[in-house]
Structures are given as structure tokens and as C-alpha cells.
């Protein structure tokens, strides 16, 4: 049984800084390549960023490039996402995700996700 397990998310000021953590169990963490999305209260699930299964390539969306971190410990079976100077934008639940094929920008690529964790920013 396959779980991806999210933590790390809080309640932060603008320009703060949270780290969230992936758990994966039950499947090959070096072949799946790992993503993160997230959705605010009324909007659409949107692509934050992704990894490779070998940790070589990280993508990002534009809206959060130069202050997200992408990262995965293969030691750990864990994936990682820096955010740094975090906006009132940012607020959404963030969902973390394991595919084994190379779409990486698309939701429905993905095999397995997570339940989610909060990440609120105040202004």
C-alpha cells in the first residue's frame, strides 16, 4: 500500500519560511519522480514544482521560482519543498505526488498523492 504522507505546514508571516516533507512508503522511491501542487479555497489545483526520479532535474512554476526549493533524500525516501519569502498568495493545502512517467507540470500524470498539508501566510 502506497502512502505519501505531507508535513510541515503552519501558519506563517509574509516573508517567512516553511519546509515541507514528503513521507513515501510502499513503492520504489527512485523510480518515481516526486511533485508538489497545491490548491487554494476556490481555485483549481495548480503545479508547484517536481523532481526527477534521480534528483538530476527540478521544475518550477513561475509564480513561486527563485523562492521554492524542490529536493528529495533517496537515504530517507522523502521529498522536500523550501519556501522562502512566502506571500499571502502562497496560502493553499500542498499536496505532494509520485508518478513513474515524465509529465511533470500535469496532476492527472501523477499515480499517488498525499492528503495534504495547510500552509496559511498572513499579511
Known amino acids: 500500500q502506497v502512502q505519501l504522507v505531507e508535513s510541515g505546514g503552519g501558519l506563517v508571516q509574509a516573508g517567512g519560511s516553511l519546509r515541507l516533507s514528503c513521507a513515501a512508503s510502499?513503492?520504489?522511491?527512485?523510480?518515481?519522480?516526486m511533485g508538489w501542487f497545491r490548491q487554494a479555497p476556490g481555485k483549481e489545483r495548480e503545479f508547484v514544482a517536481a523532481?526527477?526520479?534521480?534528483?538530476?532535474?527540478?521544475y518550477y512554476a513561475d509564480s513561486v521560482k527563485g523562492r521554492f526549493t524542490i529536493s528529495r533524500d533517496k537515504t530517507k525516501n522523502t521529498v522536500f519543498l523550501q519556501m522562502n519569502s512566502l506571500k499571502p498568495e502562497d496560502t493553499a493545502v500542498y499536496y505532494c505526488?509520485?508518478?513513474?512517467?515524465?509529465?511533470?507540470?500535469?496532476?492527472?500524470?501523477?499515480?499517488?498523492w498525499g492528503q495534504g498539508t495547510q500552509v496559511t501566510v498572513s499579511s
Open positions: 523532481i526527477t526520479w534521480g534528483g538530476g532535474s527540478t
Open positions: 510502499g513503492l520504489i522511491f527512485n523510480n518515481y519522480a
Open positions: 505526488a509520485a508518478q513513474a512517467g515524465t509529465y511533470y507540470y500535469t496532476g492527472s500524470s501523477y499515480d499517488y
